[in-house]
């Protein structure tokens, strides 16, 4: 993941209050009250609700790492068949130039 604006501690800290409130407190004022903009309070409250199985429109945190874990895989693949092809340019050239001087 990119770098985060706000520290994980945050995150948890702010999800720890929102679930033991009762009754739930309103976004707006949460998010006021730890600094925080509504909508990133918002979003992190719905991925929470996700995990704990609460919704089913939103793919669960465990489920996004698997889905990105693939692309990961084939960019670093990509990257390496680069610097294959291009040792192998390297090579392939210089193997040339040494059978024309012999």
């Given amino acids: ?14 999800m720890r209050l929102y679930r ?3 009754p739930k407190p309103v976004i707006a004022h949460l998010a006021d ?5 509504r909508e ?11 995990d ?4 089913d429109d939103l793919p669960s945190t465990a489920v996004l790492e698997e889905n ?10 990509r ?3 680069e610097i294959l092809r291009a040792a192998s340019a390297y090579f392939a050239q210089e193997f040339d130039l ?5």
């Fill in 20 to 22: 033991q409130a009762e």
């Fill in 79 to 81: 990257r390496v068949n």
């Fill in 68 to 77: 990105r874990r693939p692309a990961k895989e084939n960019a670093e693949l």
């Fill in 52 to 55: 704990h199985g609460e919704r």
């Fill in 33 to 37: 009250q730890l600094g925080i903009h």
């Fill in 40 to 50: 990133a309070l918002r979003n992190w409250i719905r991925q929470d609700q996700a």
């Fill in 98 to 102: 040494t059978r024309r001087r012999s």
């Fill in 1 to 14: 993941m990119g770098k985060r604006k706000y520290p994980l501690e945050l995150r948890e800290r702010a």
